[in-house]
């Protein structure tokens, strides 16, 4: 007798979102039996949650779809393997996709994964293509309710969705759509449900998440939209929830009030992922950034008077079209005046469709490789040098899994740093204090200070 549990292996691509979809994507799935599987092999379901945002992310999708391939065949005998690709290049591509790699199923775009039953449910009917990326996306949060399976003490949250900044470089206005909020209390109800479940970070998603201007709560709608920063306030109201997290911001949407709660609210971490992409007001024009770098920098500095101890990352791109060796020196220049605890830093890589790809001045290969490699190694030294700025620190420190070794532990200061301590598993969920003792350019290691503390 053939039973109706279903094995789903889902692979996820890029950024947290994603992962944040994912895990949405499971939750929709349970109730038609679907169990999480470790790898494809014999998996009934495959969803590919994919990246569109450089083209190496995109083509890897194409790459894993062949590998799917003979899994699939291997399975034909015993009630087929579906596979769906979802996220960015489902909804950048659509049906070109099946055309280029027929083994997949259907097509799903990031506003439409609710409907992820009804649409494997065609499938199986027609065994034919199925292709849904429209745009709902207030549908979508409507219908994916609260029931969210967790898995360990922190969480993701999205708050706001899409983008309308139109950066030259970038597909994300174009594969996630228009920028909308979440309303408040919807918010709320998914944060309660968490904490109740054990969560004790929560991590507030957007493309652009201090644009976010939420429908206010029951009661207050004379305040009209929400920030960002109300909205942190309020959540840091929930019982359980002890630290609060947020990402990823733009210059353009820095409001004041988001700044004070940093200096109001203790359970705001003091971490801030803030990406700049340049350091040359020419190619910041040119890339649409809307923001100079001494803007920049001024956030940062009003950022720092709020919360001496902030920590700051970014986002970095080399070699925008156009970028000369005086452009990128301005880009090191700023770099060494932040001083950032991490940052992401990438070749800008030509997106079809977007205004940079069409832009004649594209920057060599090779000249984009040697710029990637001298400002990673600056990025490196800061890094490095802010970690071990820890070192002697005690730091409150929330344990979130049993580490590699037996008996250590493994979670993170309230600057996101990765922390390893030995120490007993009833810690993990809940926040000690660490003596810091060692730092390498990813990871702090020390000693428990005397027991647990119940707050950050
Ligand atoms: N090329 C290189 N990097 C890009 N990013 C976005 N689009 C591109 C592109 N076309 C980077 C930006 C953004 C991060 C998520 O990815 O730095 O902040
Ligand atoms: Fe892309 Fe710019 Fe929007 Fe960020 S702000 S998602 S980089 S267009």
């Known amino acids: 007798m053939s039973s109706t549990r279903k094995r789903l292996f889902i692979k996820t691509y890029g950024c947290q979102m994603n992962v944040y979809d994912s895990e949405r994507m499971r939750d929709v799935l349970a109730p038609l039996g679907y169990e999480p599987a470790e790898e494809p092999d014999g998996a009934d379901l495959v969803i590919l949650n994919t990246c569109h945002i450089r083209e190496k992310a995109a083509e890897k999708v194409y790459s894993e779809l062949g590998r799917l391939r003979p899994l699939k065949d291997e399975k034909a005998a015993s009630g087929g393997m579906t596979i769906a690709v979802a996220g960015c290049v489902a909804q950048a591509e659509g049906a070109e996709i099946m055309k280029r790699a027929p083994v997949v199923d259907l097509v799903v775009g990031p506003q439409t994964y609710h409907k992820l039953p009804e649409l494997i449910a065609q499938t199986h009917r027609a065994r034919g293509e199925a292709l849904d990326t429209e745009f709902e996306v207030e549908d979508k949060f409507d219908k994916l309710g609260n029931d969210r399976q967790v898995d360990g003490h922190t969480a993701?949250?999205?708050?706001?969705?899409?983008?309308?900044?139109?950066?030259?470089?970038?597909v994300v206005p174009y594969t996630r759509g228009a920028e909308w909020s979440r309303p408040v209390d919807q918010i709320v109800a998914e944060v309660r449900a968490l904490a109740a479940k054990g969560v004790r970070e929560v991590t507030l998603l957007g493309q652009n998440v201090n644009a976010f201007h939420g429908e206010p709560p029951a009661g207050r709608e004379a305040d009209g939209p929400w920030g960002l920063g109300q909205l942190v306030r309020h959540l840091a109201l929930i019982g359980g929830i002890e630290r609060i997290r947020f990402t990823t911001s733009h210059p353009r949407d820095m409001e004041e009030d988001l700044i004070q709660a940093f200096a109001d609210t203790p359970k705001l971490m003091p971490y801030f992922h803030l990406p700049v992409q340049?350091?040359?007001?020419?190619?910041?024009?040119?890339?649409?950034?809307?923001?100079?770098?001494?803007?920049?920098?001024?956030?940062?500095?009003?950022?720092?008077?709020?919360?001496?101890?902030?920590?700051?990352?970014?986002?970095?791109?080399?070699?925008?079209?156009?970028?000369?060796?005086?452009?990128?020196?301005?880009?090191?220049n700023l770099v060494r005046q932040v001083n950032y605890a991490s940052c992401f830093s990438f070749k800008y890589s030509r997106r079809p469709g977007t205004p940079g790809a069409a832009m004649f001045n594209q920057v060599d290969e090779a000249v984009k490789t040697e710029r990637l490699a001298i400002l990673q190694d600056l990025l490196n030294q800061q890094q490095v040098a802010f970690n071990e700025s820890q070192i002697g620190r005690t730091l409150p420190v929330l344990f979130e899994k049993a580490g590699r070794k037996d008996?250590?532990?493994?979670?993170?200061?309230?600057?996101?740093?990765?922390?390893?301590?030995?120490?007993?598993?009833?810690?993990?969920?809940?926040i000690a204090d660490?003596?810091?003792?060692?730092?390498?350019?990813?990871a702090l290691t020390g000693q428990l200070v005397d027991g647990e503390r119940s707050a950050a």
Do not use: W
């Not at 003596?435 to 990813?442: D, K, P, T």
């Open 434 to 442: 660490v003596r810091i003792e060692a730092a390498s350019r990813n």
């Open 407 to 430: 008996g250590q532990l493994h979670g993170r200061s309230p600057y996101l740093q990765s922390v390893h301590v030995d120490g007993p598993d009833h810690l993990i969920g809940r």
């Open 278 to 332: 340049s350091g040359s007001d020419k190619i910041l024009k040119a890339m649409n950034r809307q923001h100079t770098g001494e803007e920049y920098l001024a956030i940062i500095e009003r950022l720092r008077a709020a919360r001496s101890d902030i920590a700051i990352s970014g986002d970095m791109i080399v070699g925008f079209p156009g970028e000369t060796d005086k452009d990128f020196e301005d880009t090191l």
């Open 156 to 170: 993701f949250v999205t708050v706001q969705e899409g983008c309308d900044k139109f950066c030259t470089f970038c």
